[in-house]
């Protein structure tokens, strides 16, 4: 059974940083590509961060860009996301997916987790 689980979020001021991860089992992770994405209340699931399943190559939102870093350890069957300089805007509930493509797209990502909640305080 596929299974992704977030973790990491809190609450934080802003400035602050957090570094959410994202636990997988039941797959081979290596051989897929992880989608970072996040959704806040009345707004639709955007994408944040992205990288390929060697690791090599990233991509980000321009929001988040130059701020936050995507890494995965795939020892650990692991994906994180570091994140600086938090901004009220960055409040969101965020998911991790995994992909066959390489795509900013939700609709082309699988197996989201139930998302790990991040609040940023001005």
């Known amino acids: 059974q596929v299974q992704l689980v977030e973790s990491g979020g809190g609450l934080v001021q802003a400035g602050g940083s957090l570094r959410l991860s994202c636990a997988a089992s039941?797959?081979?992770?290596?051989?897929?590509?992880v989608g970072w994405f996040r959704q806040a209340p009345g707004k639709e699931r955007e994408f944040v961060a992205r990288i390929t399943y060697s690791g090599r190559n990233t991509y980000y939102a321009d929001s988040v860009k130059g701020r936050f870093t995507i890494s995965r350890d795939n020892a650990k069957n692991t994906v994180y996301v570091q994140m600086n300089l938090l901004k009220p805007d960055d409040t969101a509930a965020y998911y991790c997916?995994?992909?066959?493509?390489?795509?900013?797209?939700?609709?082309?990502?699988?197996?989201g987790g139930q998302g790990t909640q991040v609040t940023v305080s001005s």
């Open positions: 997916a995994i992909s066959g493509r390489v795509s900013t797209r939700w609709a082309d990502y699988r197996y």
């Open positions: 039941g797959l081979t992770f290596s051989t897929y590509n």
